[in-house]
C-alpha cells in the first residue's frame, strides 16, 4: 500500500528554512547535500530544495520558484502503481536517474496538475531514514 512519506518545498535559503523546521517543529536532519537538506520526524520527511538550475528544477516553475514543490509516496510495485496512477486520470512527468544504491524515483502529476513521485522502500529508508 503506497504510503506519503515526505513533502519537498523549495526556499530561497536552505540553512535559514531547516532552522525554521528544526526550532519550531524538532525536525532532525537525515541528509544535505548542495541543493537539499532533508528533515525528518522519524516519520515523514520535508525536503527543503534551492535548484541552481531550471533544468534541475525538472518543470516549468525553474530555479527561482519558492513553496510547495511536490508531495512524495513510498510504493515497492512502481509499474503497478504507474497502471493505477494512469488509470485515474494522472500522468507521468520524470524519472530521476537511478541512485548508486539502485533506488528509483519517478514524478507523476495528478488530474491537476500537482507534483508528485513514488521511491521504493530502500530509497526512503537509506537516503531519509524513514519508517517504511
Known sequence: MPKLRHIAITAPNLEEAAAFYEKTFHMT?????????????GVMSLAILKFKTDQQAGDERGKDFHGLHHIGFVDDDLEGMTKTIET?????????????????????????????????????????????
Open 29 to 41: 536532519r537525515a541528509m544535505e547535500s548542495d541543493i537539499a537538506i532533508l528533515l525528518t520526524d
Open 88 to 132: 485515474n486520470g494522472g500522468s507521468y512527468h520524470m524519472r530521476l536517474p537511478d541512485s548508486p544504491e539502485g533506488a528509483t524515483e519517478v514524478k507523476f502529476r495528478d488530474p491537476n496538475g500537482v507534483v508528485f513521485d513514488i521511491v521504493d522502500t530502500g530509497y526512503a529508508s537509506r537516503a531519509w531514514g524513514l519508517k517504511t
